[in-house]
Structures are given as structure tokens and as C-alpha cells.
């Protein structure tokens, strides 16, 4: 069964740090650029970051408002990639998704269950 | 940053109900518009990508229609199982957005 799962997320306080896993199973994480897209209790989607694959050096690239906290890397012998948190606000408090690009549609067409993160002391 | 805006935010339909969902982004974005539902507790899962293709195992009671500015998502025949939130979603340039979601109701 093609699917991701992410991992990582829990209880935090606000200044603390995580780092958020999605493991890949069913295809190669390395063929496709994985994003992370998160939401509030109650609210929209709201893109977070992306990382490309190797065949375009693994570029990433943030919401402006997270540049700079977050950060998104991969590992491909591991089939995973990564979201790490940093200098977390309670505003950070969200499910946070992993989902395939795929890229001849450039649409989002497989997406993890999601695991929360929640910032709060 | 693309705004894209989605109307309305919620609706309430009859089992039966052809449904209309409308989204406009604030800047020339061609066809590069996706659409997802939502269900409580679950993630978004594809529907409709450059704006009017139907993903593979979808029904066909879903479509997409538009370019440029304004797009339109439709149930034909609104199933109880359509209950959801459904998001549009730009991909014409970073970063990404989402539409605030229309919320479907019977």
C-alpha cells in the first residue's frame, strides 16, 4: 500500500523544539519533492514547506512567516523525510501533514494522517 | 503572496443538490488549481487537479471547471458521503495556498 506516516509530534513547550518524521512506504520517496502543510484546530490548510528531490538538489523552501524556525531535509536511503521545529509558539499548535507532489499533476495526491504538535506551557 | 478566496464558507444542500463551490485568486494563476475534501479527523485527499482533471477513482460527479482568476468545483448529485470540507489549492507560485475551505452540509 502506497502511504506515508509522520511521527514526532507531541507536547512542547513554547521556545522548545521538535522534529517531525514521515516515513514513506508502497513507493520511493526519492522520485517525488515532499511537503508539510499544517492545521489548527478549526482552521484551513496552510502550507509550510517543501524539499525537493536530488534531481534538483534538494531545494527547499518555506512559508515566509517560518523561514528561519523550520526547517525540511530528507533522507532517502531511509525513505523519510523531515520537519524540524524550532523556537516553537503556541501559534505553531496544529496536525502537521506530509504529502507527495506529484509531478506531472503538481498536485498533492498522497497525504499522511497527520500528527499534532501542540505548544503550550 | 497568491490570496485565493473561496465562496462560500459553508452550505447546506439536499441529498440530490447539484453544489457549486467558487474560488478566486487575486492574480493570473492559468489552470495551476487543485482541489481537495476533507473529512473530521482525516487528511485532504485530491479531487480535481489543473482545474478541471479528474484524479483517477474519483466519481465522476465531481468536476472542475475555470483558468485565470476564477474556478468552480461541482457535485453534480450531492451523495451523503460528500459531507466535507473542500479546499482549492494554487501551485502557480510560492508559496503555495490554499482557499479558506467550503464547508458541506446536508
Known amino acids: 500500500e502506497v502511504q506515508l506516516v509522520e511521527s514526532g509530534g507531541g507536547l512542547v513547550q513554547p521556545g522548545g523544539s521538535l522534529k517531525l518524521s514521515c516515513a514513506a512506504s508502497?513507493?520511493?520517496?526519492?522520485?517525488?519533492?515532499i511537503h508539510w502543510v499544517r492545521q489548527a484546530s478549526g482552521k484551513g490548510l496552510e502550507w509550510v514547506g517543501r524539499v525537493k528531490n536530488k534531481a534538483n538538489n534538494y531545494a527547499t523552501a518555506y512559508a515566509a512567516s517560518l523561514r528561519g524556525r523550520f526547517t525540511v531535509s530528507r533522507d532517502d536511503s531511509k525513505n523519510r523525510a523531515y520537519l524540524q521545529l524550532n523556537n516553537l509558539k503556541t501559534e505553531d499548535t496544529a496536525v502537521y501533514f506530509c504529502t507527495r507532489l506529484q509531478s506531472n499533476s503538481f498536485s498533492f495526491d498522497i497525504w499522511g494522517q497527520g500528527t499534532m504538535v501542540t505548544v503550550s506551557s | 503572496d497568491i490570496q485565493m478566496t473561496q465562496s462560500p464558507s459553508s452550505l447546506s444542500a439536499s441529498v440530490g443538490d447539484r453544489v457549486t463551490i467558487t474560488c478566486q485568486a487575486n492574480?493570473?494563476?492559468?489552470?495551476?488549481l487543485n482541489w481537495y475534501q476533507q473529512k473530521p479527523g482525516k487528511a485532504p485527499k485530491l479531487l480535481i487537479y489543473?482545474?478541471?482533471n479528474l484524479e483517477t477513482g474519483v466519481p465522476s460527479r465531481f468536476s472542475g471547471s475555470g483558468s485565470g482568476t476564477d474556478f468552480t468545483f461541482t457535485i453534480s448529485s450531492l451523495k451523503p458521503e460528500d459531507i466535507a470540507t473542500y479546499y482549492c489549492q494554487q501551485y502557480d507560485d510560492l508559496p503555495l495556498t490554499f482557499g479558506g475551505g467550503t464547508k458541506v452540509e446536508i
Open positions: 492574480q493570473d494563476i492559468k489552470k495551476y
Open positions: 489543473a482545474a478541471s
Open positions: 508502497g513507493f520511493a520517496l526519492s522520485d517525488s519533492a
